[in-house]
């Protein structure tokens, strides 16, 4: 019944789901995740993942291991969640942890992960704020952020529709969209 209902909700979003069948292949593979970015199925999954289509930008699901589906020739992320969990950071930084946050859509939480919608606005920088989790960030748009960190140091970061990240937690900074559009679905990992 649950493989039943995952391809349910598969169909609904009119995209793929599948998972890594080589490591080799992978966009991002660590010791947390492997990340893939496929336009065909693969075998089943010995672990849970999530699906974000690039189809349906912005849609994402959960699957447990041994879930499968997928049709051929939809853009699909696949972020396979290995079983190496590590605990948040505590906040002792004095600014807000970095989810949830003005303008953001939670997607789906579970025990594995928190999925979040979210769109920078031009000119509006995001408050300063903690990140007390590790996440996979998926750009749905080509962008430019600059972030700053409580010191002022700045970078500006360049981002292209599709640019996948794994960005490690401890970090503090506020970021500002300074050209274009921008918007993600980052996963943060629990």
Request: contains cysteine; glycine residues 6%.
């Amino acid at each position: 019944m649950r493989k039943w209902c995952i391809a349910a909700l598969i169909a609904m979003m009119g995209t793929a789901i599948s998972v890594p069948a080589l490591a080799a292949d992978a966009v991002i593979d660590n010791e947390r995740v492997t990340v893939l970015d496929t336009t065909s199925p693969l075998p089943a999954s010995p672990h849970d993942f999530v699906a974000i289509s690039l189809v349906q930008p912005g849609n994402a699901v959960f699957g447990r291991a041994g879930d499968t589906a997928g049709t051929a020739g939809s853009r699909t992320v696949v972020i396979e969640l290995k079983d190496h969990r590590v605990a948040p950071i505590p906040n002792n930084s004095g600014y807000p942890n970095a989810y949830p946050r003005p303008h953001i859509e939670k997607i789906l939480e579970n025990d594995r992960v928190i999925v979040w919608r979210y769109r920078w606005n031009l000119g509006e920088p995001t408050p300063m704020h903690f990140h007390d989790k590790d996440v996979v960030v998926v750009y749905l748009e080509d962008s430019a952020l600059k972030s700053t960190e409580p010191d002022g140091k700045s970078v500006l970061n360049e981002y292209k529709s599709g640019d996948i990240r794994f960005n490690r937690r401890d970090r503090t900074h506020t970021e500002l969209l300074v050209r274009d559009a921008a918007s993600a679905v980052i996963t943060e990992l629990k």
